[in-house]
């Protein structure tokens, strides 16, 4: 009989935390509009640099894409997470001086995809 009370406990915790995580996600996912403009708003800034002859790189662009490529994953978004990191790695090989613009911009625009299909996929 105890058993049974014990079985009941970790099911009603699992409902629980089931509940607690779906939030959560929901939550990652309602923030990806304000995550994907403050890309766009970087990428811009980059770009202008770069046409003046400055190129350097947004900080927030890196932070950005770095707690993207860390995070989404962990809320299931692996495809999300794969173009975050992608981003991340080319930040960190070419800092502090993007010199192949096309290739970071293809690299964001696949970012900015896989955030679009993450926001209305889920949208409820």
Not at 77 to 104: C, M, N, R, W
Request: proline content about 4%; overall charge negative.
């Amino acid at each position: 009989m105890q058993w049974y009370f014990l079985e009941v406990q970790l099911a009603i915790l699992s409902e629980q935390a089931q509940k607690l995580i779906a939030i959560q996600r929901r939550r990652y996912i309602d923030s990806m509009p304000a995550k994907r403009q403050v890309i766009m708003q970087c990428m811009s800034q980059v770009t202008a640099a770069i046409d003046n002859g400055e190129p350097e790189l947004c900080d927030l662009l890196f932070q950005q894409v770095h707690r993207l490529a860390g995070s989404a994953g962990s809320y299931g978004f692996e495809t999300l997470g794969q173009a975050a990191s992608a981003v991340d790695a080319y930040l960190i090989a070419h800092a502090p001086e993007p010199t192949k613009l096309p290739e970071l911009g293809s690299l964001l625009q696949t970012l900015v995809d896989e955030i679009d299909k993450v926001v209305f996929k889920n949208d409820a």
